[in-house]
Structure formats: C-alpha cells, structure tokens
C-alpha cells in the first residue's frame, strides 16, 4: 500500500516531518506525515542522514572512492543550500548531537577507527580512537560508543575528555540508541548464529537492565521514543518484530512488503517506517501495513523531526 507518486513533489502544507538519503538518485527526500513528498534535496550519494537544527541536515555522503574510500560529511538545508563541509573516512555511523551537531564513526587510515562530535558551528573533537568502533549515539549530553568487539564506552564531552562508564559487554554490537528513560541505552548485539542475537537495555554505569534473545537478523534499532519498546527488521526474511518492557515479544511476526527493510524509525503511537531500496515501507502499532511510500531509486536511511 503506497502513498502518492515519490517522484513528484507535492505543494507542501506542512513542514516537513521526514527525510529519507536516496543514494541512488543523489538526493535526499522530504515528506510529509501522511509520507507525501514535499521537496527533493539534490546532494551527492548519501550514505546516512540526521537531523541538525534550524531545519537543516546532516548527511554523510559517499565519493567516488566507493564505500572503502573518503566519504564527505555534509550540512545543508531544504533549499539544497550547503553551508559546511568536512571530509571523513569510510562511514561506519552518523548520529543526531543534542546542540544542532552530529556523531561520526569513521576510518582512518592504518585501520584504526574514530569517533567524532562534529558540534553545530563546525568545530570538532575527537572522543574516541580504536579499530572495531561501530556504532554510536546521543541524549542529554552524553554519547554512548559501541565497538564491534563488545565494548562500551559513554562519555560526556561538556564535563570530561575521558569515558565516564566503561564496559566489555562481549558479542558484536552493530547498533546502539538512547533507552526509554534518561540514563538508559538499548544495545544490539549480532554476534554468532541468529538464535544467539541479542537486544540489552543497559543503564547509566552500563549494567544490564535485562536482555533478550530476538531470533532474527536485524542490524539496527528503531526505539520508541519514552517507551520500553523497540522495533527490528529482518531484511532477508522480509518481517519485523516488536519487544516491549522487559524484552516481552509484543509482535512477533509483522511481514514486511519488500526485502532488505533495514534501517527505520519508530513513530509516537508505536508503529515503525522503514527503508527498504524503493520504498518506505509503515507498520501501524499492531504490525499491519499501512501507506508508506514507493518510487525511489535506492533509499538507505531516514530520519523523523523531533527524533
């Protein structure tokens, strides 16, 4: 079930409440709530998109290089106006910082990886510097870094330049996101065979709430915000699972309209988009299908205002 047309911008009535990186037709896409394309955002390959302040947009945006090669990080708005640059390596993660900034993993060269807080007027610092970092998140200041080794590391860049909270959770983290409460983080381990696949909710000293095995093969969290739930995507079994407080499995089974559903995000009344190459692909709370919106060339990410 499709929305209108993704390839004809419709007269906008609203601000736009979506963004999704079509890296195929280099550009990224607006739509609405109703998932009504607004307006088309001509840029170069992106990779990742998040949202900044003042109604502007990161994206990480590939080069020529290819996936294994420089990558770009760029700052623009709807208008298509691009008002900061910065080159980075290889992209592993790209995240929303709470002061209009954002959150790069990437390469460096010799294999070593780094973990950056790009902050809203441009300057930067680095966090942190190791050969398996993966993933990495924001909320209230701190910044949570996973690796893909099983460490944790949470920092808090206004107070201090060294982690406030270390662990070695084991496993291989794919994914973090900020937790249901201030303090709390969900954590996304895709170590070994599916059965073994884990989602944790962790707390502030990074001790584990509880954990659960999901039995799929997701690579990425889509929480709901202020709530104990959290969706996930097996893009290869074309289905989506929703777990709830405590790690009870609410949906257990919500087929998904189109394979390689990957990335998504979780709306306010407990259903999900996802991205999938050609479309966005809606659940509602239940797991049933509801509009979404087809017609793209190769979508990879997608943000909601407000997330």
């Known amino acids: 079930v499709w929305a209108s047309s993704a390839r004809g911008a419709q007269p906008a009535t609203e601000p736009p409440q979506w963004i999704a990186a079509d890296r195929d037709a280099d550009e990224l896409v607006a739509l609405d709530s109703a998932l009504l394309v607004t ?89 942190a510097t190791a050969p398996d970092l993966m993933a990495i998140c924001a909320r209230a200041g701190q910044v949570l870094v996973a690796g893909e080794h099983g460490s944790l590391a949470l920092y808090e860049p206004r107070v201090s330049r060294l982690a406030t909270a270390q662990r070695d959770l084991g496993g291989m983290l794919a994914d973090v996101a900020p937790g249901p409460s201030d303090g709390t983080w969900w954590v996304l381990d895709v170590a070994g065979s599916v059965s073994a696949h884990r989602l944790l909710l962790v707390r502030a000293d990074l001790s584990t709430v509880w954990q659960r095995s999901i039995g799929l093969n997701a690579l990425h969290l889509a929480p709901v915000r202020g709530e104990e739930r959290v969706w996930l995507a097996d893009g290869e079994g074309n289905f989506a699972r929703r777990f709830g407080p405590q790690g009870v499995l609410e949906v257990s089974y919500a087929p998904l309209s189109m394979s390689g559903c990957d990335r998504g995000v979780a709306t306010s009344d407990g259903g999900v988009v996802f991205a999938a190459p050609g479309a966005l692909v809606a659940l509602d709370t239940h797991g049933a299908a509801r509009p979404g919106q087809g017609g793209f060339n190769f979508l990879v990410d997608l943000a909601q205002r407000g997330e």
């Not at 990742?48 to 590939?62: D, F, P, S, T, Y």
């Not at 770009?72 to 106006?81: C, D, E, H």
């Open 39 to 127: 307006v088309h955002v001509p840029i170069e390959a992106p990779i990742e998109v998040a949202l900044a302040n003042q109604g502007r947009i990161w994206a990480a945006c590939a080069t020529a290089a290819g996936p294994g090669g420089a990558h770009v990080l760029r700052r623009t708005n709807l208008a298509g106006t691009i008002d900061l640059q910065l080159p980075i390596g290889p992209l592993f993660d790209l995240a929303p910082y709470g002061d209009g900034g954002a959150l790069v993993v990437a390469g460096l060269p010799g294999g070593q990886r780094e973990a950056t807080l790009v902050h809203n007027d441009g300057t930067w610092r680095v966090l």
